[in-house]
């Protein structure tokens, strides 16, 4: 199954970050490939935040919907998104944000997924592992953009 993850210290706090992660509903406006996200779900539970969503992706001619349980947990300051229903055999991705003492954050990024059919993970596979890369860039300009660089 394949596999990405990354870790990097950004110049906001793991508050500013979890935030900014936390809101799927803006991914469209920032995020690579992010198409649409609906939320069609919402339940609170103490500290936690549980989201039922579905995204739509593209990239040139293919387009792909998915939908993903999120698991917001302000506590802990992590955030974790698991496969339900679409393209793939398995999704999982996990967003964690560690506070520093010098008031950045360590964001930590990892998703392993594996698609049902073989001929979409030979057309997405390699265009996927770019995009993931990407992902963490683009949260932390987006981050910028929010919060400002100084």
Known sequence: MPEFQTKRVVRHTAQQMF????????YPEFLPLCER??????KETGDQLILVADMAVGYKLVR???TSK???DRSALTIR???LDGPFRSLENV???VPREDGTSEVLFSIVYEFKSRALALLMGTMFDRVFRAYTHAFEARADQVYGTS
């Open 81 to 83: 998104a698991d496969y």
């Open 70 to 72: 999120v698991t917001v």
């Open 64 to 66: 792909e919907s998915f």
């Open 19 to 26: 935030d900014l992660v936390a809101d799927v509903e803006r």
């Open 95 to 97: 967003w964690n944000f």
């Open 37 to 42: 996200l609906e939320v069609r779900g919402r």
